[in-house]
């Protein structure tokens, strides 16, 4: 999900701490505003883009620490934060609820006795100074950065009046931070100085012996500021305990980077892998797509090959159908020859009959002798269309065994 990765143990321990949970720290923190929002954090390999903490809307609250006076923004996935009454608060998960604190300990949360390892995890946990700054970049959404956490945090809220709240109540914590601050620096110039004076004033017996009431008090006073000290001083041990833990916390999200950054690395090697594999299937595939063209230009041919025949052979039949007409014409020659022998010898016999139409029977001769060379002139074309129409259907017939053979070798 893009979170720091801490174990969950230590940031637990470190959110109980800080809660009131582990020491005497009075009255601990407690929840002063709460909300649900979308969490995201800003990729730390790129520093551009967002990375959702959360994979829906969670409980986001701002805490006071009353001990410290400071103020920390808190979200923990899988809880939800339940307003009690009369200052106590609940955290509910899917695993049970945890326990509130009495009310003298302030409404602080108390985790189960029972196996503490299954504490839901702490997604932002983000102490506000005065030097952070809230930034709407959109209607819906506010981003803020935090220096010791080394991220960025955005929350993307359902509606621009949750947004407004939300950056109305950061401005105000801002600014209690920076009072609270101020207040911090009073405080430590004004022991220091109580601590010089008492110094000044020293402690051995004999000016304790001439002490007057207000040597006492101040004496008394150089003791409360002693123990403030102290307890000072142990606080500096833990927030530096606490800031060692966030140096390693960088150190782990630097070698999470430095991972992240070669992973990408082998991304990048796999993808060119990818790229070249995809660009031979690619050229794989135009040749299949070109052999495929050419299967369709052979099958096309063989279509047009086949009209072709079924053409020539419809028209080898119209010519079978044509020769057997001829043949059956060529049949009624031999009558036609009878019959102009019947007629020649009744044109012989009308001419020993009838002298007088010797003109008529010379005309007619001349006539016969005309339709005689009409029908050898017409014998040779006869023979000789005969004889190409042998040669043409023999061709038709050679065309016939071409073509069966052609149509066997596809």
């Avoid at 020649?344 to 016999?349: G, M, P, R, V």
Wanted: neutral net charge; glycine residues 6%.
């Amino acid at each position: 999900m893009g979170l720091l990765k801490v174990p969950t143990v230590s940031l637990l321990g470190l959110f109980l701490w800080k809660a009131g949970y582990g020491g005497d720290h009075g009255y601990g923190e407690q929840p002063i505003f709460t909300t649900r929002a979308h969490v995201f954090q800003i990729d730390p390999s790129t520093k551009k883009n967002w990375v959702p903490a959360s994979k829906q809307a969670v409980t986001v609250s701002y805490f006071y620490d009353v001990t410290r006076n400071s103020y920390r923004i808190i979200s923990v996935d899988g809880a939800k934060l339940v307003d009690k009454g009369a200052g106590t608060f609940m955290l509910t998960t899917g695993t049970g609820n945890y326990r509130p604190f009495n009310e003298e300990r302030g409404g602080c949360l108390q985790l189960p006795l029972q196996n503490p390892h299954e504490f839901c995890k702490v997604i932002i946990n983000s102490t506000i100074t005065p030097n952070m700054t809230f930034t709407k970049t959109s209607q819906k959404f506010g981003q803020w950065a935090d220096s010791r956490a080394n991220t960025v945090f955005g929350l993307g809220f359902s509606s621009e009046q949750q947004l407004t709240k939300f950056a109305e109540k950061f401005q105000e914590v801002k600014e209690a931070a920076r009072l609270a601050r101020d207040k911090s620096q009073e405080k430590i110039e004004t022991s220091s100085n109580h601590s010089q004076a008492s110094s000044v004033n020293g402690t051995d017996d004999e000016k304790a012996s001439h002490a007057s009431p207000a040597d006492t008090h101040l004496k008394s006073e150089n003791d409360k500021l002693k123990i403030a000290l102290t307890q000072s001083a142990a606080n500096v041990k833990k927030w530096e305990i606490e800031l060692q833990t966030l140096r390693e916390s960088n150190a782990r999200l630097t070698t999470a980077l430095q991972e992240s950054a070669a992973s990408v690395e082998q991304w990048k090697r796999q993808f060119s892998i990818c790229r070249d594999e995809n660009d031979r299937l690619r050229s794989k595939i135009e040749q299949l797509e070109e052999q495929c063209s050419e299967i369709n230009r052979e099958k096309e041919k063989n279509t047009e090959l086949k009209s072709r025949i079924e053409e020539l052979e419809s028209e080898l039949r119209e010519k079978e159908t044509e020769l057997k007409d001829l043949r059956k014409q060529s049949e009624i020659i031999p009558q036609l020859m009878s019959e102009c022998e019947y007629v020649s010898e009744k044109l012989e016999a009308a001419e020993r009959d009838n002298q007088n139409l010797e003109d008529k029977v010379r005309s007619l001769k001349t006539d016969i002798e005309e339709s005689k060379y009409r029908q050898r002139h017409l014998k040779g074309e006869l023979k000789s269309f005969l004889e190409v129409l042998d040669g043409k259907i023999d061709d038709l017939h050679d065309f016939r065994r071409g073509l069966s053979k052609l149509g066997a070798d596809n």
